[in-house]
């Protein structure tokens, strides 16, 4: 199956300070990336659809202003969370669907933040 | 309201004894429906998708069905390996646009 690659894997950063995750896939191309959160023993929550050479499209409640994503190639889209607060603290998940089966998304590892 | 509910939340059973996992959803315009293996600490594992009622599909231990109102994850005899969480997910056209709602899952542990 295809592969989606994330980094940091882990990252523990002081309140106030931005963090940058990345997710790429690794043998496709893919023009379209989502970010899911999930918080301890809970599903996963989308967050915002990440579009290649275009604005990222945000669920409800999700602050745009907080949670920036970058999809400026095929293969690498960035989410960077701002301004960081403990409230932040999650296992955040990218995904991509490939071009021989759009319906099927694959998963990356996920990063883990946790905020002090 | 668009839902997707999986039970039981956690499911123990002893190495070899067969069991049923269930996902119930109540959207309209049903795209496809996703079963996910998550380990702890990891991303979801694709294993099935199902497009229409009737349909099933293989892997391994694991058998997926699904009905127009239900989907169920049917493990055969199953091995401490196959211990994880069961995410189903289902994909969906709300207000034109594609949207994939995930379930809470099913915790899997199986006893040697």
């Known amino acids: 199956g295809a592969v989606v690659s994330q980094h940091p894997s882990w990252v523990i950063c002081k309140s106030g300070t931005s963090v940058k995750i990345e997710c790429r896939s690794l043998?496709?191309?893919?023009?379209?990336m989502f970010w899911y959160r999930q918080f301890p023993k809970q599903s996963l929550m989308l967050m915002a659809t990440?579009?290649?050479?275009?604005?990222?499209?945000?669920e409800q409640g999700v602050e745009k202003d907080k949670f920036l994503i970058n999809h400026a190639s095929l293969t690498l889209s960035t989410l960077t969370v701002t301004s960081a607060h403990p409230e932040d603290s999650s296992f955040y998940i990218c995904?991509?669907?490939?071009?021989?089966?759009?319906?099927?998304?694959?998963f990356g590892p996920g990063t883990r933040l946790t905020v002090l | 309201e668009d839902q997707v509910t999986q039970s039981p939340e956690a499911l123990r059973l002893q190495e070899g004894e067969s069991s049923s996992l269930n996902c119930s959803y109540t959207?309209?315009?049903?795209?496809?429906l996703f079963w996910y293996r998550q380990d702890p600490g990891k991303g979801p594992e694709f294993l099935f998708t199902?497009?229409?009622a009737g349909e099933e599909k293989e892997k391994e231990r694991l058998k997926a069905t699904l009905t127009k109102k239900e989907s169920f994850l049917h493990i055969t005899a199953p091995k401490p390996e196959d211990s994880a969480t069961y995410l189903c997910?289902?994909?969906?056209?709300?207000?034109?646009?594609?949207?994939?709602?995930f379930g809470t899952g099913t915790r899997l542990t199986i006893i040697p």
């Open positions: 995904s991509a669907p490939t071009w021989s089966s759009y319906n099927e998304q694959f």
């Open positions: 043998d496709f191309q893919a023009t379209t």
């Open positions: 990440s579009n290649e050479g275009s604005k990222a499209t945000y």
């Open positions: 959207v309209s315009g049903l795209r496809g």
């Open positions: 199902l497009y229409s």
């Open positions: 997910a289902v994909q969906y056209v709300n207000f034109g646009n594609e949207k994939l709602t």
